[in-house]
């Protein structure tokens, strides 16, 4: 019989064609298989496990409900759709490390932010992060004991600073701890709202409306953080038991430091130098303690108004100062204690038994200053013979002095700061 072309059946074509391109997706260069989105990994994870982000860009939002270890290498970037936050976590326990987070949206009646911590993310981590052009940088919403550590933390510089959110937002988070990160271009680096027992350490603030913004918070530190160049360095309000401690404010333009309404907290061993404004403004504080700091280099050094009582300021230096005290106030205010003061750059005095101690007590203030801060246009007539009879008589006759501060054992020699502190203000 003779021998025809063999012709495969439909069937067997199609069979053929399947196997050809079956090999060609697979050993193609250029041609891959579709790859789990990031929010598919996240939802097929297991308590427990690490999730591993080689470089590239990962598009969220995503939201983080269980306990999982979300770590990026070097490039890595988990970028959000604009419209809300870029990672919301909300279990305990669950760590976020080593992303770029960037492309919240825009909404602060949203608190749209690079990552949420929820109340149930207890224990949450957030570390070694670089979160960029959010609206808000971290926003913990009440996760207790909760840590946003070594992260760099950049704001939208292309939004006028009422419309940028803050770069820590903290509401009602006992415990929560933020340490060790660089904050730059938002509202406020760290904002804390309700709030206790909490810790702001080792920050480092720039470009900035307030480094530190404190509200309604009790039982918390604030200790080794550095700010420079923002409008107010570390603004304490209607807040109690606060311990600010080792801060350095360099360069604010407004003020180093603010207590407004505080009560019973220590301020220790800080340093506010080269200020604009004012070095330190105290208003309606009651009951702090001032000790070892240094004001240098303000226009004015202390702003202490009338509301303010039974406050403790001894062992400070105040150096260089326009104007070392403005009190405008008829009640005598005594800033010594167990015989020692204060440093006063501008107490022209002796030291006759060598105790350290001057001989001479210090008044920062006199009758004519008072007048002027009352009166701003008397200042036309400090040169006049009337005002300088005035401060002749006031020096010959203590009696007519009005109320003010007074240091009756000023200290011939400024009091030395922590080398940490004094390291940070000589590098």
Known sequence: MARGNHQSSPAGRALGLALLLWAAVHTLPGIAQSRPTLAERI?????????HLNAGIY??????DKRIVLQGEEGAIVEGDGES??????????????LTITGSGLSLQAMDSGVVLHESARGAVVANNRIENNLIGVHIEGAPDSLVKNNTILGRRDLRVNERGNGVYLWSAPGARVIGNAFRYGRD?????????NVFADNRFRDLRYAVHYMYT?????????SVGNHIGYAIMYSSRIEIRRNISRGDRDHGLMLNFVNYSTVEDNAVVDGGKKCVFIYNANA?????NRFEGCDLGVH????SEQNTLVGNAFIGNRTQVKYVGTRNLRWTEDERGNYWSDHAAFDLDGNGIADQAYRPNGL?????????????LLSSPAVQLLRWAQAAFPAIRPGGVVDTAPLMRAPQLPACVNRELNR
């Open 59 to 64: 598009h969220g939002p995503v939201t983080i």
């Open 288 to 292: 702090n303690e001032f000790r070892g």
């Open 85 to 98: 936050s870029v990672i919301t976590v909300s279990a305990a326990g669950a760590e976020v490390r080593g």
């Open 43 to 51: 939802g097929a994870a297991s308590e427990g496990d690490v999730i």
């Open 304 to 307: 202490f108004t009338a509301g």
């Open 218 to 226: 009790e039982d918390s530190t604030v200790r080794d953080n550095v």
């Open 368 to 380: 004519v200053d008072q007048i002027i801060w009352r009166m701003p246009q008397a200042k036309l």
């Open 189 to 197: 680096g760290i904002f804390t709202t309700t709030s206790t027992d």
